[in-house]
């Protein structure tokens, strides 16, 4: 199963949601920091409009996914906060991926 190390969890949101860029299209919403102190970290989050825990905790599960199978292509000198919306709560891991990176190439933070 994958999990983040330590170093990598972003546990301070509030910075990132607060003095980040957010960009956003129809599957998702995500943040970026470039900040030094915060560099190569990333949350994720789905919040209760989404629906029950069990709803909540999938779009997380396909936002860690889709970032695990491209968090080589994404620069490290940024803090990242991935939001899912509606629209992926019966998506399958494929529109997750594209919508992610889609947005990492509007931010311009792939390699």
Not at 54 to 83: G, P
Not at 95 to 110: D, G, T, W, Y
Request: aromatic share 8%; hydrophobic share 45%.
């Amino acid at each position: 199963m994958f999990e983040l190390s330590r170093n990598e969890i972003l546990r301070d949101f509030k910075i990132v949601h607060a003095q980040g860029k957010s960009f956003a299209n129809r599957d998702l919403v995500v943040y970026i920091l470039r900040d030094e102190k915060f560099a190569g970290k990333v949350g994720f989050a789905a919040g209760k409009k989404l629906g029950n825990a069990v709803t909540r905790n999938r779009v997380r599960r396909l936002l860690r996914e889709a970032y695990r199978l491209n968090k080589n292509k994404i620069s490290k000198d940024c803090a990242i906060i991935l939001v899912g919306r509606k629209s992926l709560i019966d998506a399958k891991v494929d529109v997750a991926i594209k919508a992610f990176l889609e947005i990492c190439k509007r931010a311009k933070i792939l390699l």
